[in-house]
């Protein structure tokens, strides 16, 4: 993507002085909404600088589950295919099943068809390109997806608060405990690397880009429907400012079209229109305003399950509330971040399935969250630094490896 250079408010009808003359702000909780000026420029030193952080951190959590996993004796290959892995790297190698099966009830059995193709797609191509084995080129195209999308998240935290607070971004982000999500054949890494440039696109009014982007994010995960959301409301805004002509109406129309064929060439493959959403309803998945949510809830308050992680999937969701609340206080973050984050947290809370996964279909939003606590820890020494990325990285590591092998049931 060529480089941004634009200032963009995001915000409120010009920059934050608009309205001090004829229109104040009704109060303050009003003004404190509107949006700051933003400038976007990508420095591809610092890109380069915040890839290595991220390969670094990410190296040291991945040694330590390598490392546990040998010595633990285990298959080399559960490593590698726990989880929706297994999902990804079996069509990358035999391709999609052409049929549904259904249990006795008459509900879709669990199938490869609700994965959306991208991810699969790379994976084959790195295979016969390389001739490695399809673990190790699903791990390749993780680990050169989640640097870029490091580049991206870097890009972004320091167009709003310096070089230092965007490698913060990065380190905080590459030991975060569900990081393992992006060492090994999972979507995460390829998802945030298109979720971190559509919205350094957006917010630097890039509206082509923005589109292609969100295009191309939407053959990855069908949470790509989050970031449609976020173009489209953020063109029709620039549309309603006159600001950037018929550019802001392709972005629009380009948006969705990822999404729409992924749902139609899956579809395809049993012969119906809505053929991923049938596939869908096996994953329990289904979008019911958050009604499931509170079921798991009203399991954990009542000691029905005893599951150590369900304490932290309910705090995940708990601190993603109030950090998009937060967000929206802080006058420097763009409007789009705000609504890409409360998109996220919707969907975790609005669905049902897979409770266990929740923290990590946060990941490709957690960037936007660490907007929050970049700074201070940007702020501290190097040395301390250091012995906290390294920390969370061992962490990391350690937590990985009960979570792809130990637990019963994988994220």
Same mark, same amino acid.
């Given at each position: 993507?060529?480089?941004?250079?634009?200032?963009?408010?995001?915000?409120?009808?010009?920059?934050?002085?608009?309205?001090t003359?004829?229109? $104040?702000?009704?109060?303050?909780? *009003?003004?404190?909404?509107?949006?700051?000026?933003v400038?976007?420029?990508?420095?591809?030193?610092?890109?380069?600088?915040?890839?290595?952080?991220?390969? $670094?951190?990410?190296l040291?959590?991945?040694?330590?589950?390598?490392?546990?996993?040998?010595?633990?004796? /285990?298959p080399?290959?559960?490593?590698?295919?726990?989880?929706?892995?297994?999902?990804?790297?079996?069509?990358?190698?035999?391709?999609y099943?052409?049929? =549904?099966?259904?249990?006795?009830?008459?509900?879709?059995?669990?199938?490869?068809?609700?994965f959306?193709?991208?991810v699969?797609a790379?994976?084959?191509?790195?295979?016969?390109?390389?001739?490695?084995?399809?673990?190790?080129?699903?791990?390749v195209?993780?680990?050169?997806?989640? $640097?870029?999308?490091?580049?991206?998240?870097?890009?972004l935290?320091? !167009?709003?608060?310096?070089?230092r #607070?965007?490698?913060?971004?990065?380190g905080?982000?590459?030991?975060?405990?569900?990081?393992?999500?992006?060492?090994?054949?999972?979507?995460?890494?390829?998802?945030?690397?298109?979720?971190?440039?559509?919205?350094?696109?957006?917010?630097?009014?890039?509206?082509?880009?923005?589109?292609?982007?969100? #295009?191309?994010a939407?053959?990855?995960?069908?949470?790509?429907?989050?970031?449609?959301?976020?173009?489209?409301? !953020?063109?029709?805004?620039?549309?309603?400012?006159c600001?950037?002509? %018929?550019?802001?109406?392709?972005?629009?129309?380009l948006?969705?079209?990822?999404?729409?064929?992924?749902?139609?060439y =899956?579809?395809?493959?049993?012969?119906?229109?809505?053929?991923?959403?049938?596939?869908?309803?096996?994953?329990?998945?289904?979008?019911?305003?958050?009604?499931?949510?509170?079921?798991?809830?009203?399991?954990?308050?009542?000691?029905? !399950?005893?599951?150590?992680?369900? +304490? /932290?999937?309910?705090?995940?969701?708990?601190?993603?509330?109030?950090?998009?609340?937060?967000?929206? =206080?802080?006058?420097?973050?763009? %409007?789009?971040?705000?609504?890409?984050?409360?998109?996220?947290?919707?969907?975790?809370?609005?669905?049902?399935? #897979?409770?266990? !996964?929740? +923290?990590?279909?946060? /990941?490709?939003? *957690?960037p936007?969250?660490?907007?929050?606590?970049?700074?201070?820890?940007?702020? *501290?020494?190097?040395?301390?630094?250091?012995? *906290?990325?390294?920390s969370?990285?061992?962490? $990391?590591?350690?937590?990985?490896?009960?979570?792809?092998?130990?637990?019963?049931h994988?994220?």
């Open positions: 993507m060529p480089s941004p250079r634009r200032s963009a408010g995001n915000g409120e009808v010009g920059s934050p002085k608009a309205g003359g004829s229109g $104040a702000p009704l109060n303050t909780w *009003l003004a404190q909404l509107r949006r700051n000026p400038h976007v420029r990508f420095e591809r030193r610092e890109a380069v600088t915040a890839a290595g952080i991220y390969l $670094a951190i990410a040291t959590g991945f040694g330590l589950l390598m490392a546990i996993s040998h010595f633990s004796r /285990l080399r290959h559960r490593r590698f295919d726990a989880g929706d892995s297994a999902r990804y790297l079996h069509i990358a190698e035999n391709g099943p052409n049929h =549904l099966e259904y249990a006795p009830d008459g509900l879709p059995e669990p199938s490869a068809l609700a959306f193709p991208m699969p790379v994976i084959r191509v790195v295979h016969l390109v390389a001739f490695l084995p399809f673990p190790y080129a699903g791990v195209v993780s680990w050169s997806m989640a $640097a870029i999308a490091a580049a991206g998240g870097h890009t935290a320091r !167009s709003l608060f310096g070089r #607070a965007g490698y913060a971004c990065v905080l982000w590459a030991c975060s405990p569900y990081a393992f999500a992006l060492w090994v054949p999972y979507s995460e890494a390829a998802f945030t690397a298109f979720l971190m440039w559509t919205l350094i696109a957006v917010v630097a009014r890039r509206w082509l880009w923005a589109g292609i982007l969100c #295009a191309l939407g053959t990855v995960r069908p949470t790509s429907a989050v970031l449609v959301a976020v173009v489209a409301v !953020s063109a029709i805004r620039a549309l309603a400012l600001r950037a002509g %018929w550019r802001p109406w392709a972005a629009m129309g948006a969705p079209l990822g999404l729409i064929f992924s749902w139609l =899956l579809g395809s493959r049993i012969g119906r229109l809505d053929g991923w959403f049938i596939a869908e309803k096996a994953w329990d998945q289904q979008f019911d305003f958050g009604l499931g949510s509170l079921r798991f809830l009203q399991k954990l308050i009542t000691y029905q !399950s005893t599951d150590i992680r369900y +304490p /932290l999937v309910l705090t995940a969701i708990l601190v993603v509330a109030v950090g998009v609340v937060a967000l929206a =206080l802080d006058r420097q973050v763009p %409007w789009p971040l705000v609504l890409a984050l409360a998109g996220a947290w919707e969907l975790v809370f609005g669905t049902p399935g #897979a409770p266990l !996964s929740k +923290p990590r279909f946060i /990941l490709p939003f *957690l936007i969250m660490l907007l929050l606590v970049m700074r201070p820890v940007a702020r *501290l020494p190097r040395t301390v630094q250091g012995c *906290l990325y390294g969370g990285a061992i962490f $990391a590591g350690w937590y990985a490896f009960g979570l792809l092998v130990l637990f019963k994988p994220p």
